[in-house]
């Protein structure tokens, strides 16, 4: 992964650099997002936090999965997109989605 966002970003410690002062965060989301393919229609966004790496990308559906109850709780209070979803899950379980070819 790490030389694939080399290849797309070849200036990557100025992008750092560059970016520090936004906050870690806010360009872990930026390279994240300049990775993702334009032609991924459906995100499933995993360890989603108060998913802040959906504000970066482009996709017709987004799914957001988090341990903690809390944070999605207080996602799905403040969703009204239907082509979003937030679903408690742990990484250790099966996930609850069909499986898609």
Request: with cysteine; net charge positive.
């Amino acid at each position: 992964m790490l030389d694939y966002i080399k290849k797309k970003m070849p200036n990557i410690p100025g992008f750092i650099k560059k970016r520090w002062g936004d906050g870690p965060v806010k360009m872990s989301c930026e390279v994240m997002a300049s990775v993702l393919k334009p032609e991924y229609k459906t995100i499933l966004d995993c360890g989603c936090g108060l998913s802040t790496l959906r504000k970066y990308i482009k996709c017709d559906k987004y799914t957001g999965i988090d341990i903690s109850s809390y944070q999605i709780n207080k996602l799905n209070s403040k969703n009204k997109d239907k082509n979003l979803k937030f679903i408690r899950c742990s990484l250790t379980e099966p996930l609850p989605f069909k499986e898609v070819e």
